[in-house]
């Protein structure tokens, strides 16, 4: 299957170092776009609503952060090098873990739209404002993360768990092959 973008991703479980990883890719000038689910929960917040009040239904949930990756991905221009934090095959992921089937993810997965996968290992997890996982679904959602990337076809180059500096030093070179 041919690869009809220069896009990258980064995945791993919540608190794997992604968004530090990817300010620093911005910082030298890449293209990163935001998780998905982040962007929604701070809109949300900046209405006034509660973490609860916005992850209460984590089944509606994942269908509102699905929407906003779709959206997002018809606007980036195939040709240009860009990173995101998590991309739709997450969503296959997320929707198991929130009790949903994914059927409806896999119609939007049909090309294969990442040059390449990153998979972070976990490091220590850090409770922000916006996760609500506990250890065992962290544990899960490794899994299915992975698992998600890698039924569609695509080949999933773990990052070891070591600094943001070393991270990005691997993904540079990865994509520069």
């Not at 929407?67 to 090098?81: A, F, L, S, Y």
């Not at 860009?82 to 119609?107: H, L, M, T, W």
């Not at 070591?162 to 030093?169: D, F, L």
Request: hydrophobic letters at 35%; a positive charge.
């Amino acid at each position: 299957m041919d690869i009809k973008s220069n896009w990258y991703v980064i995945t791993g479980s919540p608190s794997s170092g992604k968004t530090i990883t990817l300010k620093e890719l911005a910082k030298l000038g890449y293209t990163v776009y935001p998780e998905a689910a982040r962007v929604f929960i701070d809109q949300e917040m900046a209405k006034g609503k509660s973490l609860k009040d916005i992850r209460g239904d984590e089944a509606e949930f994942q269908k509102k952060v699905l929407k906003i990756k779709i959206d997002t991905e018809k606007t980036v221009p195939r040709e240009k090098v860009v990173f995101f934090d998590r991309a739709i095959p997450d969503s296959i992921a997320y929707y198991q873990i929130a009790g949903s089937n994914p059927e409806e993810v896999f119609k939007f997965c049909q090309e294969k739209n990442y040059r390449k996968i990153f998979f972070f290992e976990e490091l220590p997890f850090e409770k922000d404002y916006a996760r609500v996982e506990d250890a065992k679904t962290i544990k899960k959602l490794n899994k299915l993360l992975k698992e998600s990337y890698e039924n569609l076809g695509y080949e999933v180059i773990v990052v070891p768990a070591v600094s943001v500096k070393e991270r990005v030093k691997t993904i540079l070179a990865e994509i520069k092959k």
